[in-house]
């Protein structure tokens, strides 16, 4: 059963994670991707203003596109120890990040936008989850990098349904971790359907 929308929803990401939490919590949507350089340094805002400009540029690369209806941009980050955990550039990349992560709790924040076309209206919010990463052995880190799972996450790896053997959810919204936090979301859509 869907949730009927009374404008039309476009996804500005290419994230499989976030077109099957939209599809699961029966939205109709349309994709149409940013594709925009995605800046990683951390200004004066930290990273909950970094999630937030990549979010804001994902959806200002849309809006334009757009006649009517409402566009939906978001972008995770994970954060540890001050400093951006981005996403691997390879698989060497991704198991440096995965051994970094081993026996620590850090911190992943998602920056939205909703850009509402054509008055341009825009809502914008940060949520922050924590996460803690079990130390991964040797064979279990050669495991999880066939799996491919890591590409294009944040962290280099994609929090599992149900129990996950490496990751645990130790505050938040696991909906947030997958990259889009569902519960604000909701809200925040019903409100702009009024």
């Known amino acids: 059963m869907g949730k009927p929308l009374p404008f039309r929803l476009i996804l500005a990401s ?24 995605e800046p990683t340094e951390v200004g004066p805002a930290g990273v909950r203003g970094l999630v937030q400009q990549l979010a804001w540029l994902k959806a200002a690369a849309v809006a334009p596109r757009i006649e009517r209806g409402v566009v939906l941009a978001a972008d995770t980050v994970g954060w540890l120890n001050g400093a951006v955990i981005g996403k691997p550039a390879d698989e060497a990349d ?33 949520t922050r989850s924590l996460v803690a990463f079990r130390a991964l052995t040797d064979a279990e880190l050669d495991a999880y990098l066939l799996t491919r799972q890591w590409v294009g996450c944040s962290g280099a790896y994609a929090i599992q349904e149900g129990d996950d053997p490496y990751v645990r959810l130790v505050e938040g919204s696991r909906s947030n971790v997958i990259g889009l936090p569902m519960e604000t979301l909701e809200h925040v859509l019903a409100w702009f359907g009024k």
């Open 14 to 37: 290419g994230s499989p994670g976030r077109r099957e939490l939209l599809a699961r919590a029966g939205y109709a949507f349309e994709v149409l991707p940013a594709n925009i350089d």
């Open 94 to 126: 991704a198991r440096r990040i995965l051994r970094s992560l081993g026996n620590t709790t850090h911190e992943l924040w998602t920056g939205v936008v909703l850009w509402r076309r054509p008055d341009d209206l825009q809502l914008a919010w940060q």
